[in-house]
């Protein structure tokens, strides 16, 4: 039987939203460690320049602050931002120039930056923008309740504000380190060759005798590079099934829950996506927990993977290796150059939210990251005979999420949660019991794709193996969304031959 906190949660449901910052997305709430200042204004010690290593100047160097973003045409996000490790977050953390970090020291810093940390967000080369820097849209942030659906939870539940993601860097290593607590070969390339052989939390539970499940709305699915669980009939089930599973109290103990990445609609808040099929999709599932036998017993947290390039003030701690006897990882940035890295430093800080009747309305300033979720699900599952269970050292020595029923839990379970909450008319993403839903439309399969979605497809289809293009440079165009979808279930069916050939 599943030990519990307090004897009540039995179920733990981790909905993983891409690429957004703390500051982009809580930074503008009240008692957060945020942007803004007492009196609501910016603080002035936060801000960027487009030449980090000279003094601000007004006329030559101007000073660009945290911006509140214009939800109606999020015009300030208009295209993806650099957040890989060597040529994206080394410089945004560092400052220009700046290529790896080991031992506690950025590797080919600039002496002096201004600020002297979180200098380089605006000026960093952007993807998707014909080699020009970033722009104002990376020093952009919500203000309070311009989100209608996260605001609203954020003031009911609550919010960390010092929960980073595992890995200065990009989606597919930092989402494997939520599945693994490691990249292990995966590393910090630029280019994500290859797929993740390590151990994962689900085969973790599985072999403790529980059970799990990854629920998807449609798009990409993080088990198609994960080799332990890329054919377990337990993956890739559709969205429809969680308000089925809820409805009919049978929430398996632990339930991940991809967030249409690459759908349609597109429910990942990815710049340069929208957020409000995000924020719709995040408002049916908690509607549907809320009004199901499954609240009282069931702790939801949402998180995001990675910040994606987007500016937060805070430097991130150091920490230690996932595999201390690596002690330096290589990797090659988009340029060619080399970036080097022994994995001692945590990623920029994320929105997470904590949302349970047993807890009350707060801010959690406890030192959390996306590890701390694995650190809290393994001591619910230890046993007499496994006591600890751990995966990495990274797992291993994360806080868990378990210290928030301590300093926030309820000693009642409260009455007073929001019975549903509202997103957003005309954008979709909130139809999750439907199994039609999230079925791409036919004008939508012959527009052409985003730019984003190539660079998505190549980080998670360029690695897997089996196919005619595997071991070869993933090919650039596709003539419509159409072809990209057909191309990239070649490719996954491809793998999954692969990897059952080979047990």
Same mark, same amino acid.
């Given at each position: 039987?599943?030990?519990?906190?307090?004897?009540?949660?039995?179920?733990?449901?981790?909905?993983?939203?891409?690429?957004?910052?703390?500051?982009?997305?809580?930074?503008?709430?009240?008692?957060?460690? @945020?942007?803004?200042?007492?009196?609501?204004?910016?603080?002035?010690?936060?801000?960027?320049?487009?030449?980090?290593?000279?003094?601000?100047?007004?006329?030559?160097?101007?000073?660009?602050?945290?911006?509140?973003?214009?939800?109606?045409?999020?015009?300030?996000?208009?295209?993806?931002?650099?957040?890989?490790? @060597?040529?994206?977050?080394?410089?945004?953390?560092?400052?220009?120039?700046?290529?790896?970090?080991?031992?506690?020291?950025?590797?080919?810093?600039?002496?002096?930056?201004?600020?002297?940390?979180?200098?380089?967000?605006?000026?960093?080369?952007?993807?998707?923008?014909?080699?020009?820097?970033?722009?104002?849209?990376?020093?952009?942030?919500?203000?309070?309740?311009?989100?209608?659906?996260?605001?609203?939870?954020?003031?009911?539940?609550?919010?960390?504000?010092?929960?980073?993601?595992?890995?200065?860097?990009?989606?597919?290593?930092?989402?494997?380190?939520?599945?693994?607590?490691?990249?292990? #070969?995966?590393?910090?390339?630029?280019?994500?060759?290859?797929?993740?052989?390590?151990?994962?939390?689900?085969?973790?539970?599985?072999?403790? @005798?529980?059970?799990?499940?990854?629920?998807?709305?449609?798009?990409?699915?993080?088990?198609?590079?994960?080799?332990?669980?890329?054919?377990?009939?337990?993956?890739? $089930?559709?969205?429809?099934?969680?308000? $089925?599973?809820?409805?009919?109290?049978?929430?398996?103990?632990?339930?991940?829950?991809?967030?249409?990445?690459?759908?349609?609609?597109?429910?990942?808040?990815?710049?340069?996506?929208?957020?409000?099929?995000?924020?719709?999709?995040?408002?049916?599932?908690?509607?549907? +927990?809320?009004?199901?036998?499954?609240?009282?017993?069931? *702790? *939801? $947290?949402?998180?995001?993977?990675?910040?994606?390039?987007?500016?937060?003030?805070?430097?991130?701690?150091?920490?230690?290796?996932?595999?201390?006897?690596?002690?330096?990882?290589?990797?090659?940035?988009?340029?060619?150059?080399?970036?080097?890295?022994?994995?001692? *430093?945590?990623?920029?800080?994320?929105?997470? +939210? +904590?949302?349970?009747?047993?807890?009350?309305?707060?801010?959690?300033?406890?030192?959390?990251?996306?590890?701390?979720?694995?650190?809290?699900?393994? #001591?619910?599952?230890?046993?007499?005979?496994?006591?600890?269970?751990?995966?990495?050292?990274?797992?291993?020595?994360?806080?868990?999420?378990?210290?928030?029923?301590?300093?926030?839990?309820?000693?009642?379970?409260?009455?007073?949660?929001?019975?549903?909450? $509202?997103?957003?008319?005309?954008?979709?993403?909130?139809?999750?019991?439907?199994?039609?839903?999230?079925?791409?439309?036919?004008?939508?399969?012959?527009?052409?794709?985003?730019?984003?979605?190539?660079?998505?497809?190549?980080?998670?289809?360029?690695?897997?193996?089996?196919?005619?293009?595997?071991?070869?440079?993933?090919?650039?165009?596709?003539?419509?969304?159409?072809?990209?979808?057909?191309?990239?279930?070649?490719?996954?069916?491809?793998?999954?031959?692969?990897?059952?050939?080979?047990?």
């Amino acid at each position: 039987m599943t030990k519990t906190i307090n004897g009540k949660i039995k179920h733990i449901v981790v909905l993983m939203f891409e690429n957004r910052s703390f500051d982009h997305m809580l930074g503008g709430l009240p008692g957060v460690n @945020g942007v803004l200042q007492a009196d609501r204004t910016v603080n002035p010690a936060f801000y960027n320049t487009m030449s980090p290593k000279v003094q601000p100047d007004p006329m030559s160097n101007p000073p660009v602050f945290p911006t509140p973003i214009d939800l109606s045409g999020q015009s300030m996000i208009s295209h993806d931002f650099n957040h890989d490790f @060597g040529d994206g977050m080394m410089p945004d953390l560092f400052g220009p120039g700046t290529t790896g970090y080991v031992n506690g020291v950025p590797i080919n810093a600039p002496a002096i930056t201004y600020p002297a940390n979180n200098s380089g967000f605006l000026s960093t080369i952007a993807y998707n923008a014909n080699g020009q820097p970033n722009g104002p849209g990376v020093m952009s942030f919500f203000e309070k309740d311009s989100l209608k659906v996260f605001h609203q939870l954020a003031s009911e539940f609550v919010i960390c504000d010092n929960w980073h993601c595992d890995l200065p860097g990009h989606t597919k290593p930092n989402r494997s380190f939520m599945h693994c607590a490691t990249c292990g #070969d995966l590393g910090i390339d630029d280019d994500n060759s290859g797929t993740e052989d390590a151990k994962t939390i689900y085969e973790q539970i599985e072999q403790m @005798g529980y059970d799990w499940k990854m629920y998807t709305p449609g798009g990409w699915l993080d088990s198609n590079f994960l080799e332990g669980i890329i054919n377990s009939p337990y993956t890739n $089930v559709p969205i429809a099934q969680f308000t $089925v599973d809820v409805k009919n109290g049978n929430l398996p103990f632990y339930s991940f829950l991809m967030c249409g990445l690459g759908a349609h609609p597109d429910s990942s808040m990815h710049p340069a996506n929208r957020v409000e099929p995000g924020e719709n999709f995040l408002a049916a599932i908690y509607n549907v +927990l809320r009004n199901s036998a499954h609240w009282d017993d069931t *702790l *939801l $947290v949402v998180n995001f993977d990675e910040n994606g390039g987007i500016y937060d003030h805070v430097l991130p701690p150091q920490t230690v290796s996932p595999d201390p006897a690596r002690p330096i990882y290589y990797g090659t940035n988009n340029d060619g150059s080399q970036a080097k890295f022994d994995f001692s *430093l945590l990623g920029v800080r994320i929105p997470a +939210l +904590l949302i349970s009747p047993w807890l009350s309305k707060g801010v959690d300033s406890t030192l959390y990251q996306n590890t701390s979720i694995l650190r809290y699900l393994q #001591d619910l599952i230890a046993s007499p005979a496994s006591p600890v269970l751990s995966l990495t050292q990274r797992d291993a020595k994360a806080n868990s999420i378990a210290g928030v029923f301590n300093a926030h839990g309820s000693p009642a379970m409260r009455t007073d949660c929001p019975s549903s909450v $509202v997103g957003y008319a005309d954008f979709g993403g909130g139809n999750i019991d439907d199994p039609n839903a999230f079925k791409p439309t036919q004008e939508h399969l012959q527009q052409a794709p985003l730019a984003y979605m190539i660079s998505l497809a190549k980080e998670y289809l360029g690695g897997l193996p089996g196919h005619a293009d595997s071991a070869k440079p993933m090919k650039g165009t596709f003539a419509n969304n159409a072809e990209l979808i057909d191309y990239a279930n070649e490719r996954v069916e491809a793998a999954k031959k692969y990897f059952a050939a080979k047990k």
